[in-house]
């Protein structure tokens, strides 16, 4: 996909994000907005997926381990065309499949998520079992940086790098916010490369908001033979919206009227 279709994309995933929070029950607003770049040049430049085939074998794997980013999930899986783009309206209605967290009754969601710290896990379960199968399938997986405070994500890490799963690729969205301030107030994760690097994964740093840098980044991995890969992508929290941006009280909200009206002028002025 070219550079405007990019920019196109994922100003109209961010349009469904913000619609989404404009239900009765609202939704994780703040980190599906950071996430939301990563994900659209994921599902349109790298991943390899088909809608039309979303059990094939030799599918790339996605995991969104940090599972309250649902609603950005099921807006870029609705523009990839693995879902109806009107069934985002039934977002937590009752009878719908679109949950709060991700479930695999929607086409596209690999595994159920939202307790956190479980899906680097699962992800290296997928790589190791392409590899025993001789396929070239890679794993991605999006974790939370206030995600990063579970233990369960540092075994895996340490797992994954004694396997020397290099087809295995973590992507942090590193917003510096989480539900009650800011992740280094509460539980420091600086200096987030280097414990990384001490893990032995290869690491590169991006601006998680550049399209291009994410597109060479994640297209081009594995970089190293033997090591798993990690992006960690430098983010905004409620990146598109400057009323919501780099603002703890964005992680969940339900928008009024007037706030929604208020935020889809805000996109469509291409308020970034």
Same mark, same amino acid.
């Given at each position: 996909m070219t550079a405007d279709g990019l920019r196109e994309?994922? &100003?109209?995933?961010?349009?469904?994000?913000? *619609?989404?929070? =404009?239900?009765?029950?609202? #939704?994780?607003?703040?980190?599906? +907005? %950071?996430?939301?770049?990563?994900?659209?040049? &994921?599902?349109?430049?790298?991943?390899?997926? *088909?809608?039309? =085939?979303?059990?094939?074998? #030799?599918?790339?794997?996605?995991? +969104? %381990?940090?599972?309250?980013?649902?609603?950005? &999930?099921?807006?870029?899986l609705a523009e990839r065309g693995y879902l109806p783009v009107a069934e985002l309206a039934t977002y937590a209605r009752p009878g719908g499949r679109l949950m709060g967290h991700p479930v695999r009754a929607v086409p596209g969601v690999e595994m159920p998520t939202g307790s956190l710290g479980h899906g680097l896990a699962l992800g290296l379960g997928f790589a190791l079992s392409a590899r025993l199968a001789g396929r070239a399938n890679r794993a991605f997986v999006l974790l939370g940086d206030g995600e990063l405070q579970e233990g369960s994500c540092w075994e895996s890490a340490i797992a994954a790098a004694a396997q020397g799963a290099d087809n295995l690729v973590a992507i942090v969205d590193r917003n510096g916010l989480q539900l009650t301030g800011a992740t280094e107030q509460i539980s420091p994760l600086e200096p987030m490369a280097a414990r990384w690097r001490a893990f032995n994964w290869a690491v590169r740093e991006v601006d998680g908001h550049d399209h291009e840098a994410l597109r060479e980044a994640l297209a081009s991995a594995p970089w190293e033979p033997g090591r798993p890969s990690v992006v960690v992508a430098s983010t905004v929290k409620g990146q598109g919206l400057a009323m919501v941006a780099g603002k703890a009280h964005s992680h969940y909200a339900t928008l009024s009227e007037r706030m929604h009206a208020r935020a889809v002028r805000a996109l469509r002025a291409g308020d970034r």
């Open positions: 994309t994922a &100003l109209r995933i961010r349009r469904h994000i913000v *619609d989404m929070c =404009a239900g009765p029950e609202g #939704g994780h607003l703040g980190g599906s +907005l %950071s996430s939301a770049d990563i994900l659209t040049v &994921l599902y349109f430049s790298v991943l390899r997926c *088909d809608p039309a =085939a979303p059990d094939d074998p #030799g599918r790339d794997v996605f995991l +969104l %381990s940090k599972g309250h980013g649902a609603i950005g &999930l099921y807006a870029t």
